[in-house]
């Protein structure tokens, strides 16, 4: 039986389809792309969830070690030092893992319960003096000799990934986004974790399949790339101010 496309865009609405009848000439057409976003978005949530769980492992063992040096405990909680949201986000974290102090408090469920936000605000610049430099860089041991390029390298490539991460999750649009360089900045970013996490994400990740069955049809319109990533001297100075949402 044949799909009534009029009735499937009734029941998404014409507000959610603006983008995808933009970059298509029929009803049909932005139908099937809206239908291949949504198998893009799945295996989106797959890499950015290797990524998230991979990259706050490795800052966690790192922030362990980095409260040792400075205490006789490796329960950095009690010790980090956090900008105002950081410090709501970790106290949510605990009361979530706790069930608001109903049951002992267990490492790796607070851990759990930190967002990809957290994590990608903890390498970002304002935290370059007080965790990346004296601990949180072993984290990417990989990654360019230059701690402040490195620095800044990594934060791009988790503000990228937590952003199309979002996008994906909250199933808003991303085939106008390129997928193809969010693949690879994801691989080389866990590479610079271990070099088999990113061959295992490789091997995981079936997204590049995904971008190259996209809808071919002659009347599809050319969608807009991502802008190619600043260069590192200029990702150094830049400095991000964002919420910690997810």
Known sequence: ???????????????????????????????????WDLRAASRVLVLTGLVEVIVRNAIDRELAGWASRRSDSSEWFDHVPLDAQGAADLA????RATQRGRRPEVHGRVVAELTFGFWRY??????????????VH??????????RVRRAEVAQRLQQLHFVRNRAAHY??????????????????LSWVSPVAGAWAERVS???????????????????????????RHRARKVVSWTHDQ
């Open 122 to 135: 903890l390498v970002e610049s304002r935290y370059h003096t007080a965790l990346w430099v004296p601990g």
């Open 138 to 147: 072993r984290a990417f041991p990989d990654g360019a000799p230059n701690l």
């Open 172 to 189: 808003e649009p991303i085939h106008e986004r390129d997928l193809g360089r969010d693949q690879r900045l994801a691989v080389e970013l």
């Open 92 to 95: 949510k974290a605990r009361l």
């Open 1 to 35: 039986m044949p799909m009534d496309h009029e009735r499937v865009a009734a029941l998404l609405s014409a507000p959610r389809l603006t983008s995808y009848r933009q970059n298509t000439t029929t009803l049909t057409e932005a139908v099937e792309l809206y239908e």
């Open 206 to 232: 079936d997204l590049p399949a995904v971008i190259a069955a996209r809808p071919r049809s002659p009347h599809l319109r050319c969608t807009r790339a991502t802008p190619h990533p600043e260069t590192a």
